[in-house]
């Protein structure tokens, strides 16, 4: 069903990519700029269709370097606006997502992980980009990066991003995978009036002299996340710069303002993580053995723990919806109680090395990867489970690795 400002609503039957492309329509998103890449390029196929039925605007750009670029400056306009890649894109993009962080711009960028690195395997599955989400641009700063498991999510959680971006002024990665952003399920979609569309603090007329508007200035209420932002054309005053600055955004180099810019950058995320992350948890309370995963991984871990626990084995599932901030309280919490972590992902334990890292040798953590191209099998993850409680051995072929050897 679509309503009469073009929204659809209801029950439908939608690959992840398109979800993810509703959710931000749904969202209030009106301006898209993106390249072509597989397998993210129905993102931009579907808002290439649906972006004019509810007036708003698409655009494909060069690269993906200008496709970042475009999505800052449109935000600054007054839009919110999100662009989709993978990969290769993604690399492109860390330049100027890091220029986003620094201006405090918000924006979201959906990337649907393939296997690599280069161009590697550009239609099959990866969760290679994970550490990159976190440290791929330079410099010191915190950025928040959900993951879905089904096209269900794809939408909740890209409205999500959109959410976070225009609370904390900050570009809001979604890292899906290829297997999730291309698989067809079931995606119900609830009016606008059922969900949170949260949007940006703006400046009022007359709060402050437009020639005076201190567009990075400390907030003075303690309830406000981030300074208001003023549009673009509206009269105000002020710099937009990547150079450390000052609250009217002109450039400021020297020790004290980069001091108070980063703070403020790392501050507004770290004092509000338990806000923003979100995990899934089952069957914890009595586990001796707590998988840890994401994505599609979560998902195909579902039957190895079944199975496990038929086998007598205490087995609890924590899903990282929310993978930055990582939730290391969480994990320092159950390490301290549990005999072993088992982490599954696509890639060879970027994650993993996280739960190691909270874990602090309270728990050992074992491994289990694939380096791309296809979902794990779930044998190695069941195999990886009994060997974590101590009832099997498993070969190292299965690329299963053990901390505190």
């Known amino acids: 069903m679509m309503s009469d400002q ?24 009106r301006f898209f700029a993106g390249y072509p890449i597989t397998p993210a390029t129905e993102v931009a196929e579907r808002m290439s269709t649906r972006l004019p039925q509810v007036d708003g605007i698409y655009i494909q750009m060069e690269d993906e370097l200008a496709s970042m670029n475009a999505i800052l400056g449109a935000s600054w306009a007054g839009a919110k606006a999100m662009t989709s890649t993978s990969g290769p894109g993604f690399s492109l993009m860390m330049e100027n997502l890091g ?13 649907v992980q393939r296997g690599g690195p280069s161009t590697g395997l550009p239609t099959l599955v990866g969760q290679q980009d994970m550490m990159q989400a976190r440290w791929g641009s330079h410099g010191d700063y915190e950025i928040i990066a959900l993951s879905p498991d089904s096209p269900q ?30 698989m067809t399920e079931k995606v119900v979609i609830p009016s606008p009036e059922e969900v949170e569309i949260i949007n940006r603090a703006k400046v009022k007329k007359g709060d402050m002299e437009p020639s005076h508007f201190r567009i990075y200035r400390d907030t003075d209420n303690a309830t406000d996340v981030v300074s208001p932002m003023a549009i673009a054309g509206e009269g105000y005053r002020y710099h937009v710069t ?18 108070w810019n980063i703070k403020r950058l790392v501050n507004k995320i770290r004092a509000h993580r338990h806000e923003i992350i979100q995990i899934e948890e089952r069957d914890i309370e009595d586990a001796e053995v707590v998988v840890v995963s994401y994505g599609i991984s979560a998902r195909t871990s579902l039957w190895p723990i079944e199975q496990a626990r038929q086998e007598g084995i205490r087995v609890g599932y924590l899903r990282l919806i929310t993978v930055w901030p990582f939730p290391e309280e969480r994990i320092r919490q159950l390490a301290k109680g549990i005999r072993a972590f088992v982490v599954p992902e696509i890639n060879m334990g970027q994650m993993m090395r996280e739960v190691e890292r909270c874990s602090a040798g309270r728990a050992p953590v074992f491994g289990v990867h694939r380096l791309g191209g296809d979902i794990l ?19 190292h072929d299965d690329l299963i690795t053990r901390s505190m050897e």
């Open 6 to 29: 073009g929204l659809l609503t209801g029950e439908h039957f939608l690959m992840g990519d398109y979800a993810a492309a509703e959710g931000a329509i749904l969202a209030g998103c």
């Open 377 to 395: 099998e779930p044998h190695k993850v069941l195999n990886a489970i009994r060997q974590a409680a101590g009832r099997s051995d498993a070969s």
């Open 153 to 182: 999510e794809l939408f909740d959680l890209t409205l999500r991003a959109f959410n976070l971006a225009e609370k904390f002024r900050t570009p809001v990665l979604v890292m899906t995978d290829a297997e999730v952003g291309h």
């Open 242 to 259: 990547g150079l450390t600055h000052d609250e009217l955004g002109y450039p400021a180099m020297n020790a004290d303002a980069s001091e």
């Open 99 to 111: 220029l986003g962080i620094m201006l405090e711009t918000p924006c979201v960028v959906v990337n």
